[in-house]
């Protein structure tokens, strides 16, 4: 007998096979093509941005730009400060997200009461009405409050990004944690409160760590409301690298390439360092909720 | 019996020297089945018996051609099927899971398997489903979705689509795990009279050594992939080929202690000497069946290691004590009669015929004979 | 240590209703074992008695003290849950440390601590898993862990949910025969849940037999097996289970469809059903001597279970098609051969009142028949059999 593996009824080569290869070949360049491009316009000069060809002499003369106080003079905004007041909004919104939403979920997953699913549905909702729905009178309320153009107003309002996340998906893994750790913790002379604290808390850790990286995530790339809440004082990154588009004259299309890959950085190099956990951490607020 | 079901005749089922390494980058190479041999006559119903992890799945598996076969030979009859995929080997396979396709009725559940081969026309597959459908009472049962069935039934509905084909061998994988005690028992009979009345070349697996002692006509008992001992079950359970088998097979678990022997008999633990059958000297392993133990009062005469009772359970039927050796260490379970005859802190003497007291090597663990 | 009472114990479990109404009073320092199937409302008795789930009706009475408004974690009751819940985050010893360190038991030095910890691991043989985490541990140092973590601090009541159900058979039959041996258990109040009828025979001081969140008998080992209450009961233990064969009483005598006739009570009448227990069966080839229940029949199948046979007769004299399951120790008898079941009356029970003929799947969802006595030799001077 030979002792090669062999695989009863399995496929070798098949022109199928070769032609659904082909076809993934082809949509992955299509899809990565955008992306591609964004990287050549940001090392083009000024004078070769609108020009197709490929071939040109790259310049990181852009991004020093941008990082430079020569970006305020054309768009009237500092970028290294809206980077800075982005990270310090989609912190602060993630922060006070967990503040809110982790003993949210633990609720959410642990008890059902009397509009228990109406309270959650509501929540959800804030993430998929448009944005724009609610903007105006928003904007409105904001003046009012004197909360327009400042980082905890952007913070406020980051909270429809990102509580709605964090509370669903922690209230999944909280409802994979077997009830009986915490009834055993109670026998063992512990309060609820103790009981969340010292035997539910630790164990989804990691859920917590996934939803707030994937909230931060979404609460740096919101664009909508600091567009229209915030002015020339705290814009985020995501308004202000659309300043280099203009409104007055000239557009800066190889500076808004540039803008835009440094603003995507801190998110990218955060799903990128975390990947697995955060696939994880999706998929295990996918299957069960 | 419908004329539908007699074609298939049962076939003989040969294992030689049957192999499977699973390899997977990066890791070392795992040697689950190593070396299986077993000749099965036809008609015969084999237990595949042994704790998980053993290789009686993957043997299974690779006969059924759900799993590749590293070397070795799997022959049906006089035809070689290592190569061939599974539709094309004859074989009816009973999953552990049941399997039944749940949008499917029960009748369209069995007619699947017919009905993917294209083989048969429709008038033929209707009727040869209905000739096993009564077969197995299940009839009544013939237009419900699986969803609807009680587990025995659809132990039931598992076994009929695994014998609708009409088969030559019949393949099980722990066909009664899902059903609790009563049910066991009941499906356990009814699966052995059809097996007897259909003739099918029937392979069972299963990790239960009480279903493979009633079911077989002969069992393998498997441990880290290689067969520990093949035989029927009275020889598997009367002559354990080494200390692993007797140590699986059997309940309340065997005994063992070790023992030294000399002209005839062997002294237990040091607490007192019981007859045995071997010429065996020195060190040796001993094997006893809380069955064929029995506790007599200390002052009894004759041999036999004494003893003191700690724990006495009553079942009602039979009672269980636990017994300490005197000299410490060495803990026995002995079979008694129903009612409290014994209590603890009783002094007694264990005591075991000379043919049923099993003697071990104490190193390799293998019989003596 | 503290006497338990359940005084019409009432639950839901979400909207369903799982208990009805639970009487029973467990004595201090005894060990009750409640017996059922899956569904029967076990683990939800054992809950209200934590102050897990609440009860919806009736009361929970620890040491004389109604337990209604009562937090889990001031009932001083310690729990194993079938699912163990050891805290996968914590070592054993702290899993362990954990009752200890609540300081709502009581208050100990770090050296008490110690001290309680390392008698408990000894006791249990897990001293060398101290360190280890849940996941590193087999089911059965799972089990032993989570029975630790009862045993190490001082309760009233100690409440185990099926502690021995996930371990394979031969691990179940040897720690049975531990938990008899601690002491632990023998001097303080103690509900075990099971569905294993041997764990309760063994266990048991008293067994509660519950079905469908009802109590069906309350009574020590011997008095369930010697007089069940129905034939839920008498089918709940012993395997293989008791055979009941349909039969008719009329006028102080009972007979099955395939004509053997037994004296009953004469108030009993209409259809009923007669028990034996398989082991109760003594099998012999052939023909007997007259006198006692006496059944002919062939042998279908003759399986082994060890050291034991068990055997399928299907019977001449019970009813058309009828098999009687019975065990004997006799290696010889083959299948096909004739032989003599027989018993002495006393071990025949007669059930009535369930109207139901048992079928292979008889599950519990029909009336089960009351057992109103023994059968008795016939009065008359007919024959035994035809």
Redesign the interface.
Same mark, same amino acid.
């Given at each position: 007998m030979a002792t090669r593996e062999r695989r009863p009824g399995s496929r070798r080569f098949s022109p199928a096979a070769a032609g659904a290869d082909l076809l993934l070949v082809l949509w992955f360049a299509f899809s990565l093509f955008p992306i591609l491009w964004m990287i050549l316009l940001s090392l083009k000069t000024q004078a070769e941005q609108t020009s197709t060809y490929f071939r040109f002499t790259p310049t990181l003369e852009n991004y020093t730009t941008v990082l430079s106080s020569e970006g305020e003079r054309i768009t009237s905004v500092d970028f290294t400060g809206a980077l800075f007041t982005s990270l310090v909004t989609s912190l602060g919104a993630v922060a006070l997200s967990l503040a809110i939403g982790v003993p949210a979920a633990y609720a959410a997953g642990r008890w059902a009461y009397r509009g228990s699913g109406d309270v959650m549905f509501t929540i959800l909702s804030f993430r998929f009405a448009p944005e724009l729905m609610v903007i105006v009178p928003l904007f409105i309320i904001y003046n009012q409050l004197g909360l327009f153009d400042t980082a905890f107003g952007t913070i406020w309002v980051l909270q429809l990004v990102t509580l709605p996340l964090i509370v669903w998906i922690l209230r999944s893994y909280f409802q994979d944690l077997p009830e009986e750790l915490e009834q055993a913790a109670l026998l063992d002379g512990y309060t609820r409160t103790r009981a969340f604290l010292t035997v539910a808390l630790p164990l989804v850790r990691p859920g917590i760590a996934a939803s707030a990286l994937l909230a931060f995530i979404f609460a740096w790339n919101n664009y909508v409301f600091p567009l229209i809440l915030t002015g020339s004082e705290n814009p985020t990154v995501t308004v202000a690298v659309t300043r280099f588009l203009g409104g007055g004259g000239q557009a800066y299309y190889n500076l808004t390439a540039a803008a835009a890959l440094l603003a995507a950085l801190p998110p990218l190099l955060v799903a990128l360092s975390i990947q697995r956990y955060l696939v994880h951490g999706l998929s295990f607020g996918a299957v069960k909720s | 019996m419908s004329a539908t079901m007699e074609q298939g005749t049962a076939r003989r089922l040969r294992l030689a020297d049957l192999h499977k390494t699973y390899r997977s980058r990066g890791r070392e190479a795992f040697a689950a089945v190593r070396g299986i041999d077993l000749d099965i006559e036809p008609g015969e119903m084999v237990a595949l018996l042994g704790p998980s992890g053993c290789g009686k799945t993957t043997t299974l598996r690779m006969i059924a051609?759900l799993e590749? $076969?590293?070397?070795?030979?799997v022959r049906i009859g006089e035809r070689e099927v290592?190569?061939?995929?599974?539709?094309k080997r004859d074989i009816g396979v009973g999953f552990e899971s049941y399997a039944l396709y749940p949008p499917l009725s029960v009748r369209e559940n069995l007619a699947y398997g017919l009905r993917a081969r294209r083989s048969m026309p429709d008038a033929r597959i209707r009727e040869r489903v209905e000739a096993v459908a009564e077969r197995l009472e299940v009839t009544d049962l013939l237009d419900l979705r699986p969803a609807a069935l009680?587990s025995?039934?659809k132990q039931r509905v598992a076994l009929a689509r695994a014998l609708v084909r009409n088969p030559p061998v019949l393949l099980l994988d722990e066909p009664l795990s899902h059903l609790?005690?009563?049910?066991r028992?009941?499906v356990?009979?009814e699966l052995? $009279?059809l097996q007897r009345e259909f003739g099918y070349t029937t392979i069972v697996v299963t990790h239960d050594q009480?279903e493979a002692?009633?079911?077989a006509d002969r069992m393998a008992v498997m441990d880290g992939g290689t067969i520990q001992q093949f035989g029927t079950?009275?020889e598997v359970?009367d002559r354990p080929a080494n200390r692993f088998v007797a140590d699986f097979v059997? =309940?309340?678990?065997i005994n063992l202690v070790p023992g030294e022997a000399a002209d005839g008999a062997v002294d237990v633990a040091g607490a007192g000497r019981l007859p045995v059958t071997v010429a065996a000297s020195g060190p040796v392993e001993l094997g006893l069946?809380p069955?064929?133990c029995r506790l007599s009062a200390e002052d009894t005469a004759g041999e036999g290691p004494a003893a003191t009772v =700690? $724990?006495l =359970?009553?079942?009602?039927?039979f009672g269980?004590a636990?017994v300490a050796l005197d000299g410490g260490g060495a803990r026995m $379970?002995v079979q008694t009669e129903g009612g409290a005859s014994w209590s603890a802190g009783d002094r007694c003497r264990v005591q075991a015929p000379g043919e049923r007291v099993h003697v071990f090597a104490p190193d390799t663990g293998e019989r003596l004979a | 240590m503290s006497t338990l009472e359940l005084r019409g114990l009432a639950a839901r479990y979400g909207k369903k209703p799982v208990l009805h109404g639970l009487d029973v009073s467990v004595a201090e320092g005894e060990f009750f074992v409640l017996l059922g199937p899956s569904g029967a409302g076990k683990t939800t008795t054992l809950k209200c008695v934590a102050g897990l789930v609440d009860r919806t009706e009736g009361a929970v009475v620890i040491g004389g003290r109604d337990m209604a408004g009562v937090e889990p974690y001031e009932r001083n009751v310690a729990m194993a849950f079938e699912s163990y819940a050891l805290y996968p985050q914590k070592t054993v010893a702290d899993n362990l440390a954990s009752p200890l360190r609540s300081g709502r038991l009581g208050t100990w030095t770090e050296a008490e601590r110690a001290a309680r910890i390392d008698a408990v691991t000894t006791t249990l043989g897990i001293d060398h898993l101290r360190e280890r985490l849940p996941k590193e541990l087999s089911n059965g140092q799972r089990q032993r862990t989570a029975l630790g973590r009862v045993l190490v601090r001082p309760a009233d009541v100690y409440l185990l949910d099926e502690p021995l159900s996930h371990l394979d058979a031969k691990l179940r039959a040897t720690m049975r025969a531990e938990l008899r041996r601690l002491g632990e258990f023998s001097r303080t109040t103690t509900v075990y849940v099971t569905h294993d009828y041997q764990e309760a025979l063994a266990l048991g001081d008293r067994i509660g037999v519950l079905r469908g969140g009802r109590l069906v008998q309350v009574g020590t080992p011997a008095e369930l097996w010697d007089a069940p209450h129905d034939t839920f009961v008498a089918r709940s233990l012993g395997q293989p289970e008791m055979n009941l064969l349909p039969a008719r009483a009329d006028g102080g005598v009972a007979i099955t469809g395939g004509g053997l006739a037994v004296g009953v009570d004469t108030d009993v009448s209409g259809p009923v059903e007669l028990g034996v227990r398989p082991r109760d069966l003594t099998v012999t080839a052939g023909q007997t001597h007259p006198g006692g229940f006496r059944i002919r029949g062939r042998v279908e199948l003759a399986e082994r279970l060890g050291r034991s046979v068990e055997l399928s007769v299907r019977t001449e004299g019970v009813g058309p098609g009828d098999t009687l399951i019975a065990v004997t120790d006799d290696p010889d008898v083959r299948e096909g051969t004739s032989v003599t079941l027989s018993t002495e009356h006393t071990r025949v029970h007669v059930f009535a009142g369930g109207g139901r003929a048992p079928g292979p799947e008889g599950d519990g969802r029909a009336g089960h028949a009351h057992r109103v006595g023994n059968a008795r030799p016939r009065t008359d001077s007919e024959g035994e059999q035809r």
């Amino acid at each position: 007998m030979a002792t090669r593996e062999r695989r009863p009824g399995s496929r070798r080569f098949s022109p199928a096979a070769a032609g659904a290869d082909l076809l993934l070949v082809l949509w992955f360049a299509f899809s990565l093509f955008p992306i591609l491009w964004m990287i050549l316009l940001s090392l083009k000069t000024q004078a070769e941005q609108t020009s197709t060809y490929f071939r040109f002499t790259p310049t990181l003369e852009n991004y020093t730009t941008v990082l430079s106080s020569e970006g305020e003079r054309i768009t009237s905004v500092d970028f290294t400060g809206a980077l800075f007041t982005s990270l310090v909004t989609s912190l602060g919104a993630v922060a006070l997200s967990l503040a809110i939403g982790v003993p949210a979920a633990y609720a959410a997953g642990r008890w059902a009461y009397r509009g228990s699913g109406d309270v959650m549905f509501t929540i959800l909702s804030f993430r998929f009405a448009p944005e724009l729905m609610v903007i105006v009178p928003l904007f409105i309320i904001y003046n009012q409050l004197g909360l327009f153009d400042t980082a905890f107003g952007t913070i406020w309002v980051l909270q429809l990004v990102t509580l709605p996340l964090i509370v669903w998906i922690l209230r999944s893994y909280f409802q994979d944690l077997p009830e009986e750790l915490e009834q055993a913790a109670l026998l063992d002379g512990y309060t609820r409160t103790r009981a969340f604290l010292t035997v539910a808390l630790p164990l989804v850790r990691p859920g917590i760590a996934a939803s707030a990286l994937l909230a931060f995530i979404f609460a740096w790339n919101n664009y909508v409301f600091p567009l229209i809440l915030t002015g020339s004082e705290n814009p985020t990154v995501t308004v202000a690298v659309t300043r280099f588009l203009g409104g007055g004259g000239q557009a800066y299309y190889n500076l808004t390439a540039a803008a835009a890959l440094l603003a995507a950085l801190p998110p990218l190099l955060v799903a990128l360092s975390i990947q697995r956990y955060l696939v994880h951490g999706l998929s295990f607020g996918a299957v069960k909720s | 019996m419908s004329a539908t079901m007699e074609q298939g005749t049962a076939r003989r089922l040969r294992l030689a020297d049957l192999h499977k390494t699973y390899r997977s980058r990066g890791r070392e190479a795992f040697a689950a089945v190593r070396g299986i041999d077993l000749d099965i006559e036809p008609g015969e119903m084999v237990a595949l018996l042994g704790p998980s992890g053993c290789g009686k799945t993957t043997t299974l598996r690779m006969i059924a051609g759900l799993e590749s $076969v590293t070397s070795g030979s799997v022959r049906i009859g006089e035809r070689e099927v290592g190569d061939l995929p599974p539709g094309k080997r004859d074989i009816g396979v009973g999953f552990e899971s049941y399997a039944l396709y749940p949008p499917l009725s029960v009748r369209e559940n069995l007619a699947y398997g017919l009905r993917a081969r294209r083989s048969m026309p429709d008038a033929r597959i209707r009727e040869r489903v209905e000739a096993v459908a009564e077969r197995l009472e299940v009839t009544d049962l013939l237009d419900l979705r699986p969803a609807a069935l009680s587990s025995g039934q659809k132990q039931r509905v598992a076994l009929a689509r695994a014998l609708v084909r009409n088969p030559p061998v019949l393949l099980l994988d722990e066909p009664l795990s899902h059903l609790d005690a009563g049910q066991r028992q009941r499906v356990r009979r009814e699966l052995k $009279v059809l097996q007897r009345e259909f003739g099918y070349t029937t392979i069972v697996v299963t990790h239960d050594q009480l279903e493979a002692l009633s079911l077989a006509d002969r069992m393998a008992v498997m441990d880290g992939g290689t067969i520990q001992q093949f035989g029927t079950p009275d020889e598997v359970f009367d002559r354990p080929a080494n200390r692993f088998v007797a140590d699986f097979v059997g =309940e309340p678990a065997i005994n063992l202690v070790p023992g030294e022997a000399a002209d005839g008999a062997v002294d237990v633990a040091g607490a007192g000497r019981l007859p045995v059958t071997v010429a065996a000297s020195g060190p040796v392993e001993l094997g006893l069946r809380p069955q064929d133990c029995r506790l007599s009062a200390e002052d009894t005469a004759g041999e036999g290691p004494a003893a003191t009772v =700690e $724990v006495l =359970e009553d079942l009602m039927e039979f009672g269980l004590a636990t017994v300490a050796l005197d000299g410490g260490g060495a803990r026995m $379970v002995v079979q008694t009669e129903g009612g409290a005859s014994w209590s603890a802190g009783d002094r007694c003497r264990v005591q075991a015929p000379g043919e049923r007291v099993h003697v071990f090597a104490p190193d390799t663990g293998e019989r003596l004979a | 240590m503290s006497t338990l009472e359940l005084r019409g114990l009432a639950a839901r479990y979400g909207k369903k209703p799982v208990l009805h109404g639970l009487d029973v009073s467990v004595a201090e320092g005894e060990f009750f074992v409640l017996l059922g199937p899956s569904g029967a409302g076990k683990t939800t008795t054992l809950k209200c008695v934590a102050g897990l789930v609440d009860r919806t009706e009736g009361a929970v009475v620890i040491g004389g003290r109604d337990m209604a408004g009562v937090e889990p974690y001031e009932r001083n009751v310690a729990m194993a849950f079938e699912s163990y819940a050891l805290y996968p985050q914590k070592t054993v010893a702290d899993n362990l440390a954990s009752p200890l360190r609540s300081g709502r038991l009581g208050t100990w030095t770090e050296a008490e601590r110690a001290a309680r910890i390392d008698a408990v691991t000894t006791t249990l043989g897990i001293d060398h898993l101290r360190e280890r985490l849940p996941k590193e541990l087999s089911n059965g140092q799972r089990q032993r862990t989570a029975l630790g973590r009862v045993l190490v601090r001082p309760a009233d009541v100690y409440l185990l949910d099926e502690p021995l159900s996930h371990l394979d058979a031969k691990l179940r039959a040897t720690m049975r025969a531990e938990l008899r041996r601690l002491g632990e258990f023998s001097r303080t109040t103690t509900v075990y849940v099971t569905h294993d009828y041997q764990e309760a025979l063994a266990l048991g001081d008293r067994i509660g037999v519950l079905r469908g969140g009802r109590l069906v008998q309350v009574g020590t080992p011997a008095e369930l097996w010697d007089a069940p209450h129905d034939t839920f009961v008498a089918r709940s233990l012993g395997q293989p289970e008791m055979n009941l064969l349909p039969a008719r009483a009329d006028g102080g005598v009972a007979i099955t469809g395939g004509g053997l006739a037994v004296g009953v009570d004469t108030d009993v009448s209409g259809p009923v059903e007669l028990g034996v227990r398989p082991r109760d069966l003594t099998v012999t080839a052939g023909q007997t001597h007259p006198g006692g229940f006496r059944i002919r029949g062939r042998v279908e199948l003759a399986e082994r279970l060890g050291r034991s046979v068990e055997l399928s007769v299907r019977t001449e004299g019970v009813g058309p098609g009828d098999t009687l399951i019975a065990v004997t120790d006799d290696p010889d008898v083959r299948e096909g051969t004739s032989v003599t079941l027989s018993t002495e009356h006393t071990r025949v029970h007669v059930f009535a009142g369930g109207g139901r003929a048992p079928g292979p799947e008889g599950d519990g969802r029909a009336g089960h028949a009351h057992r109103v006595g023994n059968a008795r030799p016939r009065t008359d001077s007919e024959g035994e059999q035809r």
